[in-house]
Structure formats: structure tokens, C-alpha cells
Nanobody
């Protein structure tokens, strides 16, 4: 079992930046690949980015590639999402998620993530 708690959300103007954090507790976070997803009102939860267990590999959705950066600090059991050049369409609840894995593989499939945080609201004003 692992518990995930996101923080760092808030209100920012378009073009600004925010950094989200996801603190993991319970089973060691290095056993998990980690991902970030978001869900806007009336829309399905969408994949944003994922990072492998050892930070060796990452993947991004086209909508955030070049603007968002995922990283993790396994010693601190924390995953980060650096968000730059924010747009009003980035407004959503942002969730971190964990996927138990024995390899360094990546997944963009929401259904493959076993554990989820409660989410943190990000609002980008125009």
C-alpha cells in the first residue's frame, strides 16, 4: 500500500509557473512508477506524464510536452511536476498516481495505476 498526497496547486496567471509535489508514504516509492494526470470539469481524467522507478525514463502527453517536467526524489519519496508557460486550458484538478512495477517500464494508461492522491486544484487565469 502507498498513500499519496499532492500539494502546490493554486491560482496563477497565464504564462506563469507552478510546481506540484506528491508525497508518498507506506511502501517504498522506488517500487513504483509515478504519473501525473488531470481532470477538468466535464472531462475525463487525462494522462500528462510519467516517470520510471529509477528516473531513467519519462513520457509526456503532447499537450504538455516542452512545458511540464516530471521528476522524483526517491530518498524523499516525492514526485514533482514543474509546470511552465501555463495556459487557461491547463485549469483542472491534478492527481498523482503510482503503479507498482518490477521494471523501468512506463505506462500512459490510467487503469494501470493502482494508487491515487486526492488531487490539487490548479486554476490558470487569462
Amino acid at each position: 500500500q502507498v498513500q499519496l498526497v499532492e500539494s502546490g496547486g493554486g491560482l496563477v496567471q497565464a504564462g506563469g509557473s507552478l510546481t506540484l509535489s506528491c508525497a508518498a508514504s507506506g511502501r517504498t516509492s522506488s517500487s513504483y512508477a509515478m504519473g501525473w494526470f488531470r481532470q477538468a470539469p466535464g472531462k475525463e481524467r487525462e494522462f500528462l506524464t510519467t516517470i520510471s522507478r529509477s528516473c531513467g525514463s519519462t513520457a509526456y502527453a503532447d499537450s504538455v510536452k516542452g512545458r511540464f517536467t516530471i521528476s522524483r526524489d526517491n530518498a524523499k519519496n516525492t514526485v514533482f511536476l514543474q509546470m511552465d508557460s501555463l495556459k487557461p486550458e491547463d485549469t483542472a484538478v491534478y492527481y498523482c498516481a503510482a503503479r507498482l512495477t518490477t521494471d523501468q517500464g512506463l505506462s500512459i494508461m490510467r487503469s494501470q495505476y493502482e494508487y491515487w492522491g486526492q488531487g490539487t486544484q490548479v486554476t490558470v487565469s487569462s
